[in-house]
């Protein structure tokens, strides 16, 4: 399995400011950002798997929605999961 407790835990400490805290906007795109990743990379070799390229793409849709979110409520907090994950380039 790609995700384990650990790395979910990790990313949530990172990004959530604890463990316990992984409702935060910051550690569901962070989240998100980790699975975008790995099923791009699973894609790279399967380019026939198409119910994986459709959950990639519901999953950069839930990304952009949350990114969205968070610029209106607080930019600085949005600027910031931009840098810290490298989102724009």
């Known amino acids: 399995m ?10 949530f400490k990172k ?10 906007a910051e ?3 962070a989240l998100f950002s980790f ?5 791009t990379e699973h ?3 399967n380019k026939k798997d ?3 390229q459709l959950a990639l793409l519901k999953l ?5 929605r949350l990114l969205d979110y968070l610029k209106d409520r ?3 907090r949005y600027r910031k999961v931009l840098g810290e994950l490298n989102l724009r380039k």
């Open 15 to 24: 990004y959530g400011k604890s463990e316990k805290n992984t409702g935060s």
């Open 43 to 45: 894609l790279k070799v």
């Open 50 to 52: 198409f119910s994986t």
């Open 2 to 11: 790609y995700l384990t407790l650990e790395k979910k835990q990790q990313l």
């Open 74 to 76: 607080d930019i600085e």
């Open 60 to 64: 950069v849709g839930k990304r952009r």
């Open 35 to 39: 699975r975008i990743n790995h099923l």
């Open 27 to 29: 550690s569901q795109i």
